[in-house]
């Protein structure tokens, strides 16, 4: 059993949309915390955190050895969620997404290594799966990676790194993401089903790409407590795993998703697009999790798409259509 007080724990990202709601539980739950982020999308996710004797931020980059180093000293754990997060991001900026992704991963693997870092969490994603090769077909950790990304390649890859460590002594696990939705210190409406809802709740009609594809949604607050889990979870159960995260239940297509928000703003207005702008089209089967750490969802779409709407109606964000909600 993991005695937190005594265990430090190193976020990479850990100003980010989920790193920061990560951060959040750590630090409820008695752990130290360092975060590492070089604040791409600003700080104002930290500020409750400021202060606080057991969080620790350094303002830095992990493709930089120094910052590596600096975030890296007396570390029990390590969860690594920087990345270039996204495919359009990552085809816009395809060098930067390969350095961070890929390049500073690894490095920040090896230095863990010298360190004597205990465990590993990776943020990976269930986009790796990319489309059903059998339509309406439930994936699990088993099924074939098809990465259809440069994102979801370097996801990937760096997954295929960590299995092959086998003779390492740190315990690496895999979080394969689902698709995230709700509100933590950094709110991110570029997501399906925040973007949806906050146009929704902005009287915009929705114009609807891929209306057939299925994508695996979860809490953003659940998908952080998820890496709790992971991390104080017996080692023999999470060394050397992948979990897909979220709940076998929570599978949707766009279409599905437009209908639970016109439950909940029945003035919407949607429109469908015939042409196809991603091809990911996957369902997920997220058992494991479940079965094998007895994790479960607490919040679903629905109780996503209210907590979105009732932002937006109270007017609690004063400049929805801000870029710092996006991240490309
Ligand atoms: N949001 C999703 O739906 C989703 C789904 C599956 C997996 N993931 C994974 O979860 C992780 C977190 O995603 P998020 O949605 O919180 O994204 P985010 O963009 O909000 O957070 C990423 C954080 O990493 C930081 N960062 C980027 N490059 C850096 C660098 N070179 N050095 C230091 N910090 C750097 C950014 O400033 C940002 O705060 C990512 O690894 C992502 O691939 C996200």
Not at 137 to 148: G, K, M, R, V, Y
């Given at each position: 059993m993991v005695n937190e007080q005594n265990k430090t724990v190193l976020v990479t990202g850990g100003a980010g949309y989920i790193g920061s709601e990560l951060v959040r539980i750590l630090l409820q739950d008695n752990?130290?915390?360092?975060?590492l982020d070089n604040l791409s999308f600003g700080g104002e996710s930290l500020l409750s955190f400021w202060g606080n004797p057991a969080f620790t931020f350094i303002k830095g980059d992990i493709r930089n050895d120094d910052d590596l180093r600096a975030a890296l000293k007396d570390v029990d754990y390590v969860c690594h969620l920087a990345?270039?997060?996204?495919?359009?991001?990552?085809?816009?900026y395809p060098e930067l997404a390969l350095e961070v992704n890929w390049n500073a991963s690894v490095r920040l693997y090896e230095l863990c290594e010298e360190a004597g870092v205990e465990r590993f969490v990776f943020a990976s994603t269930c986009s790796n799966y990319g489309k059903m090769a059998v339509?309406?077909?439930?994936?699990?950790?088993?099924?074939?990676?098809?990465?259809?990304?440069?994102?979801?390649e370097t996801k990937v890859n760096f997954e295929k790194y960590l299995l092959s460590h086998t003779n390492s002594?740190?315990?690496?696990?895999?979080?394969?993401?689902?698709?995230?939705?709700?509100?933590?210190?950094?709110?991110?409406?570029?997501?399906?089903?925040?973007?949806?809802?906050?146009?929704?709740?902005?009287?915009?009609?929705?114009?609807?790409?891929g209306e057939h594809f299925w994508r695996p949604y979860c809490h953003v607050s659940d998908l952080a407590r998820s890496v709790k889990i992971a991390l104080t979870a017996d080692k023999g159960k999470v060394n050397g795993e992948a979990f897909n995260v979220g709940d076998t239940a929570q599978n949707y297509t766009k279409k599905m998703l437009a209908a639970e928000i016109g439950?909940?703003?029945?003035?919407?207005e949607v429109n469908y697009h015939p042409a196809v702008t991603d091809p990911r089209d996957y369902k997920v089967n997220c058992d494991k999790i479940r079965d094998v750490l007895g994790f479960k969802i607490s919040k679903t779409v629905p109780n996503g798409i209210r907590e979105i709407a009732s932002l937006f109606r109270e007017k609690v964000i004063s400049e929805p259509m801000n870029a710092r909600y996006g991240n490309v």
């Open positions: 752990f130290r915390v360092v975060a990345a270039i997060v996204g495919e359009p991001p990552c085809k816009k339509a309406n077909s439930l994936l699990d950790e088993t099924a074939e990676l098809n990465p259809i990304s440069l994102y979801s002594t740190i315990t690496r696990t895999i979080l394969r993401f689902s698709t995230v939705y709700g509100i933590s210190p950094r709110p991110r409406f570029d997501l399906t089903v925040n973007e949806f809802t906050r146009d929704a709740a902005l009287g915009k009609p929705l114009l609807i790409y439950r909940e703003i029945p003035s919407l």
